[in-house]
């Protein structure tokens, strides 16, 4: 461009109008080009899509909303890692988030006993709550004292039955909560390539633990297969594993009950009947009934905390980290872990 104006003021006097006319011509191009392109570096910014506002009432369910909706989710747990969903009583600012989400996945059967109004209070202000237990064939709870009949441990059924909410420990109905919950997503925006792909890679995941922990407790016999809990949380894991429970310290699916006298003699007798080398708690609860049990029944009984309901901690980061620390740790306590 430069060399063509410089021919051009060598040109004869007589052409110097139609040179100028062209190196105006030249700039104003030149300049247009420059503002132009500096305007469209200017007016394209990044358009941020926000994510879609979902609130979990436990841990393990947050783990699974997240997993299934990626980074089209922002997931918020209201019980935190380690903390006894029975027990648990929601914040304002965490009720505040509940009226704020786009969804709310919950687990359902009165786990989460204590945050039953809150829930119900979102839900009539038009918030999707969605519960995942009733949705899986609950198991009902063979453990449940007569006494206790009637509270607030757990929802019955038609039957007048209680009915488990601890489904998660067993992980084929994992895989099927996978599939409801990617169906819930879709729903609200996520897409549904995404979470149908994230949901089967989640259940293949859970598969694969089902199988792990299927060889922990392999070498352990039929008639060994018993269960002393301290509360009644590991019926889906024991019907899914092939163990049965002859006995819970606290009666019912909730832990907040007390044994009685009668109780705790009852169930030291259970343990010297059937010969048992351990009875079973969980890190979220106090150990000392279980504790008090095992001294009743005047042998050496090991007590074992299994992470029943403390997804997050100790190094329990996925769903397969804790199916298998709990078949690890069953597996430990009855002295039949294969080497």
């Keep these: 461009m430069l060399g063509m104006i410089l021919k051009t003021l060598r ?83 965490q009720v505040a988030k509940l009226r704020d989400a786009q969804l709310v996945i919950a687990n359902g059967l009165d786990l989460e006993e204590r945050l039953t109004s ?36 757990g929802s019955e059924n038609e039957k007048g039955e209680t009915l488990d909410p601890h489904f998660w420990l067993d992980p084929t109905r994992m895989a099927q909560a996978a599939s409801l919950v990617a169906d819930q997503l879709i729903a609200i925006g996520v897409p549904a390539t995404v979470a149908e ?64 006298a009668a109780d705790v003699r009852e169930l030291a007798e259970l343990i010297r009947t059937n010969n048992l080398p351990a009875i079973f708690s969980e890190s979220t609860t106090s150990p000392q009934f279980v504790e008090t049990i095992a001294r009743e029944a005047g042998r050496s009984v090991k007590v074992v905390t299994l992470p029943i309901e403390s997804f997050g901690n100790d190094g329990i980061t996925t769903y397969s980290d804790l199916i298998i620390a709990i078949a690890n740790g069953i597996a430990n306590g009855l002295g039949s872990r294969p080497s």
């Design 197 to 260: 792909a994230n949901a089967a890679t989640y259940a293949n995941d859970a598969k694969a633990a089902e199988a792990q922990a299927n060889t922990i407790l392999q070498s352990i016999p039929p008639a060994s297969r018993k269960l002393i809990t301290n509360h009644d949380a590991l019926g889906y894991f024991a019907q899914r594993f092939g163990f049965t429970v002859i006995g819970t310290v606290i009666p019912g699916g909730s832990t907040l009950a007390e044994p009685s």
């Design 11 to 93: 040109r004869p006097f007589s052409s110097l109008r139609f040179g100028a006319f062209f190196i105006a011509l030249a700039l104003i191009g030149l300049t247009a080009c420059s503002s132009g392109s500096n305007a469209e570096s200017q007016s394209s910014p990044t358009t941020t899509i926000p994510k879609i506002k979902v609130v979990a009432t436990t841990a393990i369910l947050g783990d699974l909303a997240q997993k299934i909706g990626g980074d089209q989710v922002d997931v918020s747990v209201l019980i935190p890692a380690g903390a006894d969903p029975h027990e648990f009583e929601a914040s304002a600012s």
């Design 118 to 153: 809150v829930l119900d209070q979102a839900a009539s202000s038009g918030v999707k709550v969605f519960s995942v237990a009733p949705l899986v064939d609950p198991i009902v709870i063979t453990n449940q004292d007569e006494s206790d009949h009637g509270h607030d441990h």
